[in-house]
């Protein structure tokens, strides 16, 4: 389920853009547990070994499909206890970006900062001053801090940096996304002139920015999936809807089990439910 927020900004062409039958609005485009990569993904795994988890979080990515270069990822990422028919997560976040790396990484500082919210013996551990916050919107727009006035300056200095991070990270994805959002709309208005002829069609179709190889996001492993049967073009002014058909039921089952994680020690509620 997208933010409200966001929903609230692409209203305006949500039932021309998305709604048209036999073409739906996303894709499941990669699948992934993120073993050994860096990043907040390593920090979530981390995290969940000291809290006793057994399993690697599932990363499910989508592409929500717009035209005009302005497609952008939906990132979900889940935590499951391991026992006989668990089939719902305990734990689940999501996370935006304009690419299926950059989506990773947001959902998993998302999770990481729930996980930090709901179990309190990670207070007295190495993750004490990690920002916290809770789950759906209001939990993805603002975070939670711990007080560290009674520390070492030192550790007061990083503990305030986290905090500051943590709120400009949350500025900044608001304001992406807002932007991106006005950005499609600029574009949807503007493709009926452009096409009659008045101005270059390359306005059309900004290309994005290329980060340089020492600052890009890093891969995340994983597995591509295949997008749905491809449908006959949209004639006619835009926006077009996606040019591919449902992918099935089991787009989102990743195609192996469970990955235990390294060294775990087990977890309480699956220990429980594993002996009921």
């Not at 919107?137 to 550790?155: A, I, K, N, Q, T």
């Not at 992406?176 to 006005?182: D, H, K, N, V, W």
């Not at 920015?209 to 997008?227: S, Y």
């Amino acid at each position: 389920m997208l933010p409200n927020f966001v929903s609230r900004a692409l209203m305006p062409f949500a039932l021309l853009y998305f709604q048209m039958p036999g073409r739906p609005s996303r894709q499941v485009v990669h699948l992934t547990r993120c073993i050994d990569v860096p990043g907040h993904m390593a920090m979530l795994v981390r995290m969940m070994s000291v809290a006793d988890y057994r399993s690697y979080p599932e990363y499910t990515v989508e592409e929500q499909y717009r035209d005009f270069n302005q497609s952008q990822y939906l990132c979900t990422v889940r935590v499951f206890l391991v026992y006989p028919g668990s089939e719902e997560p305990i734990h689940w976040s999501y996370g935006f970006g304009v690419t299926v790396d950059m989506a990773v990484q947001d959902a998993a500082y998302s999770l990481l900062t729930i996980m930090r919210a709901r179990h309190a013996l990670l207070q007295n551990s190495e993750f004490c001053y990690v920002p916290a916050s809770q789950p759906g919107e209001e939990g993805y727009l603002s975070g939670v801090y711990f007080d560290s006035s009674m520390e070492d300056p030192l550790l007061q200095s990083t503990a305030e940096m986290l905090e500051n991070r943590d709120r400009d990270a949350r500025a900044r994805r608001m304001e992406l996304y807002a932007t991106r959002a006005r950005l499609w709309t600029a574009l949807t208005q503007l493709a009926p002139v452009v096409q009659t002829g008045y101005g270059d069609m390359e306005m059309l179709n900004p290309v994005r920015t290329h980060l340089l190889a020492h600052v890009d996001w890093p891969a995340i492993g994983g597995v591509a999936h295949l997008w749905g049967p491809l449908l006959p073009p949209v004639r006619g002014p835009g926006p077009h809807p996606c040019p591919y058909g449902s992918q099935g039921s089991r787009a989102r089952v990743f195609p192996d089990p469970q990955v235990e994680l390294r060294g775990h020690g087990g977890n309480l509620y699956e220990m429980f439910y594993a002996d009921a």
